[in-house]
Antibody, heavy 119, light 110 residues
Framework: EVQLVQSGAVVEKPGESLRISCKAS????????IAWVRQMPGKGLEWMGI????????RYSPSFQGQVTISADKSISTAYLQWSGLKASDTAMYYC????????????WGQGTLVTVSS | QTVVTQEPSFSVSPGGTVTLTCGLN?????????PSWYQQTPGQAPRTLIY???IRSSGVPDRFSGSILRNKAALTITGAQADDESDYYC??????????FGTGTRVTVL
């Protein structure tokens, strides 16, 4: 059974660094892209970027390029989303999602990680 | 900048039919954009409904169907039920590993 299990909710202060995780199981982690999606409170879904864990090839939405870093550790089948200086505007729910491959859709989703940035 | 536009909201009666659309500011949507559709209820992760424009994901009821309609991707709910009341998002593949979500449509069943 394919599962994406995300790390738990966090509360951080502005300016802090943060890394959240998405642990995959039930499929070959290195052969499917994994994406990150943001949902700000009361707003829609936004595609942030995607990584191919096999070679760490990473692509970013222009809106998120330089704002976050996506990485993966294939030894533990885990993808990461990190910030080096959080802002209040980073407060959101973040989802990871597995890409299907040739049909280019997201077939499995993590449960989401709520990130709250507040002083 | 790429903008993918959906209707903000629709209301449909139980048993009724509603068609949501997904348009692209730079031109027509075709199957080469691999349109996909997702349903999200409050507090839940998105659920995949349709991919490659018209293929239903496993377990999705056949009252949900996808198509390309007048240069837009479309999601039709035929025989709407109360638990179809959700937010619906389309996603387009823009090439080079990049994707864009649509603005989302809130469907109310009443």
């Amino acid at each position: 059974e394919v599962q994406l299990v995300q790390s738990g909710a966090v509360v951080e202060k502005p300016g802090e660094s943060l890394r959240i995780s998405c642990k995959a199981s039930g499929y070959s982690f290195t052969t499917y892209w994994i994406a990150w999606v943001r949902q700000m409170p009361g707003k829609g879904l936004e595609w942030m970027g995607i990584i191919y864990p096999g070679d760490s090839d990473t692509r970013y939405s222009p809106s998120f390029q330089g704002q976050v870093t996506i990485s993966a550790d294939k030894s533990i089948s885990t993808a990461y989303l990190q910030w080096s200086g959080l802002k209040a505007s980073d407060t959101a729910m973040y989802y990871c999602a597995k890409s299907s491959g040739p049909t280019r859709h997201f077939d499995y989703w993590g449960q989401g990680t709520l990130v709250t940035v507040s002083s | 900048q790429t903008v993918v536009t959906q209707e903000p909201s629709f209301s449909v009666s139980p048993g009724g039919t509603v068609t949501l659309t997904c348009g692209l500011n730079s031109g027509s949507v075709s199957i080469s954009y691999y349109p996909s559709w997702y349903q999200q209820t409050p507090g839940q992760a998105p659920r995949t409904l349709i991919y490659r424009a018209n293929i239903r994901s496993s377990g999705v009821p056949d009252r949900f169907s996808g198509s390309i309609l007048r240069n837009k991707a479309a999601l039709t709910i035929t025989g709407a039920q109360a638990d179809d009341e959700s937010d619906y998002y389309c996603v387009l593949y823009m090439g080079s590993g990049l994707y864009v979500f649509g603005t989302g449509t809130r469907v109310t069943v009443l």
